[in-house]
């Protein structure tokens, strides 16, 4: 995908009773690695409104994003259906959220249209400290 190696993460889970499997939440979906190596750790979400709600978030997930979002890309890549486009949340904006709050679609990185949203804004925000000037 748009010169990209995309890695799907297993679900992982565990067996509680005799045919009852519960899943496990991950830290992503998505590994993305772009040509020069560098990696983006990447949960996908898809939304019939334009804000993304606190209620949302997984605490655990977020704390796993938050242990590699340092080093590299770490979020939610979040469809906006109402809007269709396709934006980067970082794991310091959904950390930002607190309960009975939302974040804004606005508060992200526009990637694009679902049709062909661009990846590559996602290492470049990183790059560029583009979410959180120095």
Avoid: H
């Avoid at 938050?66 to 970082?90: E, I, Q, S, T």
């Amino acid at each position: 995908m748009q010169g990209f190696k995309i890695l799907d993460v297993p679900e992982a889970g565990r067996w509680i009773a005799r045919g009852v499997f519960k899943p496990i939440p991950g830290m992503c979906d998505w590994i993305v690695i772009d040509q020069d190596g560098r990696s983006a750790f990447i949960d996908t979400k898809s939304l019939g409104n334009v804000n993304y709600p606190y209620s949302m978030i997984d605490p655990n997930q977020l704390k796993q994003l938050r242990a590699v979002g340092d080093r590299c890309p770490a979020g939610y890549v979040v469809y906006f259906r109402p809007v269709n486009k396709v934006y980067f949340l970082d794991w310091r904006i959904l950390s930002g959220c607190r309960q009975g709050e939302s974040i804004k679609m606005e508060d992200g990185v526009e990637l694009g249209p679902i049709t062909n949203f661009r990846v590559k804004k996602i290492f470049s925000c990183q790059e560029t400290n583009i979410l959180f000037p120095s």
